[in-house]
């Protein structure tokens, strides 16, 4: 594969490279493909077994929407399965990205993701520790994971094995003292295995709702409730989306990022406002309808 011409390297003196206090081994420089602003966003990691199964994909998927809903930006590692659906879904969802490499640019890991890290590198960001040239060798994946916990509030485990990579992404996090949470499986599945050995010993909070996640990190969380009841078509879902990232926000404000002229924007605005999604404030701002229960 041929080298982008327009990778930024990042060192410790470039004002936007991540504060890595918390890690006793922090990578020398990162180098990156798209919006290195994305650094400075609040993330939240969203990672799992390769071997998803497909409760493992609705729960990726509902959770994942949920966190790009409420404003977090979703860091992964563009592995096969809970990785790729999470990048996948939070593109989808118009939210913010970060795919963090075990190699570097010139050798994307697993082959099929090369159109998944064009797209990443094109509306998010795709990151590695390693120059260009170097291999993904075994090593290299677990060494990743810690920057995957450090650049986020907290990792999301949706379906783990008892010997999967993703648990080293958790226990990394629980070393540099960030939130992890997991979700329950089935007692019979394998692939549950271990995210229920991480509740049962205590190490996450268990998630069964994005409400969970929002409560444990103490944010404001918009009620995924009234969303999924109202069926949002795509013109809603963007405004939704861009109010709970970037609100309040001004009706000019709101005009310049979505695109949509006026006179539909105000017909969104108000049926979305009788709906309960969002509010209006004084001066034509409008946030998300926020809610702490």
Known sequence: M?????????DKTHRDFPDFQVLHDPPERLYCLGDVSLLKTNCIAVVGTRRMTR???DVTETLTADCV???LTVVS??????????HETALA????TVAVLGSGFDHIYPAENADLFRRIAEKGLVLTEYEPGMPPLKHQFPARNRII????????VTEAGEKSGALITAYDALDQGREVFAVPGGIFSPESAGTNRLIRAGHAHMVTSGA????????????NEKITALQLDIEQEKVLN???KDGPLHLNGLIEKTGIELQRLNSLLFTMELSGVIEKLPGNFYQAAVTNK
Do not use: E
Request: hydrophobic fraction near 45%; proline fraction near 2%; charge should be positive.
């Open 242 to 244: 861009i109010v709970c």
């Open 2 to 10: 041929s080298l982008p011409n327009d990778i930024v390297i990042l």
């Open 69 to 71: 809903r409420n404003g």
């Open 77 to 86: 590692g563009m592995a096969r399965g809970v990785d790729t659906v999470a």
């Open 149 to 156: 916990a450090a650049l986020s509030l907290g990792v999301l």
């Open 212 to 223: 969970d996640i929002f409560r444990a990190l103490g944010q404001d969380y918009v009620k």
């Open 55 to 57: 409760y493992g994909r």
């Open 93 to 96: 969802k118009g939210g913010g």
